[in-house]
């Protein structure tokens, strides 16, 4: 649940709970905070996520997050991935394949297009030897 301060022209929100929330939600775009949730844990992500209609832009906020992108050859994924640094704007343009790795604790602002998470998105299933690829290669991220 969000919480939002409307004491004055300034509006103020604190996304508590964990999981994604998308809180300031206007007639294009919308601002959302992941919050750590074990779907977004190394260890079970199994799938990556493309939108067709727009960018997703990811700020770290607090903890350590991994973003994972990817492009296909010969239907296989090739995965880029980025250790995320607090504070810095990172940009996943439409159409590219995408997923985030979180450690407990940690906590990501999103910012996309509006209603993205209900209609424009496809995933596409790991399997296992992409899933082990995945997992070893965001572990490495998290060691250094």
């Not at 939002?4 to 709970?17: A, C, G, H, P, T």
């Not at 992941?34 to 906020?61: A, G, M, P, R, W």
């Not at 940009?91 to 940690?106: E, L, Q, R, Y």
């Not at 998470?117 to 299933?125: I, R, Y």
């Amino acid at each position: 649940m969000c919480v939002k301060d409307r004491k004055s022209l300034i509006e103020s929100y604190e996304v508590i709970e964990d999981g994604f929330h998308p809180f300031l939600i206007r007639d294009d775009w919308q601002v959302a905070q992941l919050n750590y949730i074990q779907e977004q844990n190394i260890e079970n992500i199994n799938k990556i996520d493309v939108h067709y209609k727009t960018d997703e832009v990811f700020i770290l906020l607090e903890g350590r997050a991994v973003l994972i992108a990817a492009t296909f050859k010969d239907g296989t994924p090739i995965f880029e991935l980025e250790l995320m640094k607090q504070n810095i704007i990172y940009n996943i343009p439409k159409n590219t394949w995408h997923n985030i790795a979180m450690d407990v604790g940690s906590k990501v602002l999103l910012v996309e297009k509006s209603n993205t998470h209900l209609s424009d998105f496809d995933h596409f299933n790991l399997g296992e030897e992409q899933r082990l690829e995945l997992k070893y290669k965001v572990e490495q991220l998290f060691k250094n």
